[in-house]
């Protein structure tokens, strides 16, 4: 089982190029992996960019050698089911098991552009599982039709396939759809909780999982940390305050379609609104026991995201000290 550190590449605030430069220096100091970010659109107008990812993927892929994966990206609305399972077939092709599609229910911030619909929490479940389905099938390389509550496919194949499909991971943060992931899907991902909360996600796909045969001992268990770091505490915070304001919004953010509210949200954000949501400090002692804590609770692979624009200083600093002092078991 894989077991690392990756480095977030978030669109949402950096142009391609600077994440592919990046990219490569987090490879040089020793991080596993990296994490993508699929948006349509910034969270705030502040944070400035927004490219397409799965043009970008095809240039990481010879930038660096590491694994990749998207977190996350919603199928049924920007991309209809078929056409990203012929995206994420045609990247593994390419890069041979160095690719796992990150799928997740999705954000009106993103996802209304198209002008349909946007549905409640519990149709966006369902249309995320139907995607699930009709992706697997295609990546069976066989002819698929398809008639659905939500999408219809017609006589569609995949001719361009990898030896092996890449696998499917769910980012969740209720039981509903975590026991649902583990007995789907090859992995869950989330984000920093409280342990009680932590324990019951993981909890509730290991039960799916094992209802269905699988081991969850096997499957990937990944985690995405917002941290700021700077050299004072107090340009820490203010990376945070300035930089990803978003996170430190304690609420339900999947209906708020434009960065122009979230801007006028932001306002309202103080420092210790990033309590448990963004981890801000100036000691890398501090970033080692937090890592260490969730590789303890049984995360294996776990992505980091400084949401500072001092990327490469972010990267030396993690690189010298604190993936060289990280435990596994």
């Known amino acids: 089982m894989k077991q690392f550190i990756g480095y977030a590449a978030m669109f949402e605030q950096f142009a391609p190029n600077e994440l592919l430069t990046w990219c490569e220096e987090a490879e040089a100091a020793g991080f596993g992996a990296i994490m993508t970010s699929d948006h349509f659109n910034p969270w705030t107008p502040h944070q400035g960019q927004s490219a397409f990812v799965w043009t970008w993927m095809g240039a990481l892929g010879r930038a660096v050698s590491l694994p990749f994966i998207t977190g996350v990206t919603p199928p049924g609305y920007r991309y209809h089911p078929a056409v990203l399972a012929q995206a994420a ?56 039709k398809h008639t659905g509550k939500y999408y219809r496919l017609e006589t569609a194949r995949l001719w361009t396939m990898p030896q092996t499909p890449p696998p499917i991971v769910v980012a969740t943060s209720g039981p509903y759809v975590s026991k649902k992931t583990g007995a789907m899907c090859d992995g869950i991902m989330t984000v920093g909780a409280a342990d009680e909360k932590v324990r019951m996600l993981l909890d509730r796909f290991a039960d799916g999982a094992r209802e269905s045969g699988k081991n969850p001992e096997q499957m990937s268990k990944i985690l995405q940390l917002h941290l700021s770091w700077a050299r004072t505490v107090e340009e820490a915070t203010d990376n945070a305050l300035r930089e990803w304001p978003n996170g430190g919004m304690n609420f339900a953010k999947a209906d708020i379609r434009d960065p122009e509210v979230f801007e006028a949200l932001a306002r309202l954000v103080r420092p210790e ?22 590789i303890d609770l049984g995360f294996n692979e776990i992505y980091v995201h400084n949401v500072g624009r001092n990327q490469s200083a972010f990267i030396r600093m993690f690189g010298q000290e604190v993936l060289t002092q990280l435990r596994w078991s």
């Open 89 to 144: 077939a045609t990247t593994q092709a390419m890069y041979p098991g160095r690719f796992t599609l990150g799928l997740g229910a999705g954000e009106a911030l993103n996802e209304h552009i198209v002008g349909g619909y946007w549905p409640e929490a519990p149709e966006r479940v369902e249309r995320l599982f139907e995607s699930i389905e009709i992706i697997r099938k295609l990546f069976t390389g066989k002819p698929v």
């Open 273 to 294: 609104h990033f309590a448990g949501r963004v981890h801000i400090s100036n000691d890398p002692g501090f970033f080692v026991t937090l890592l260490q804590h969730f």
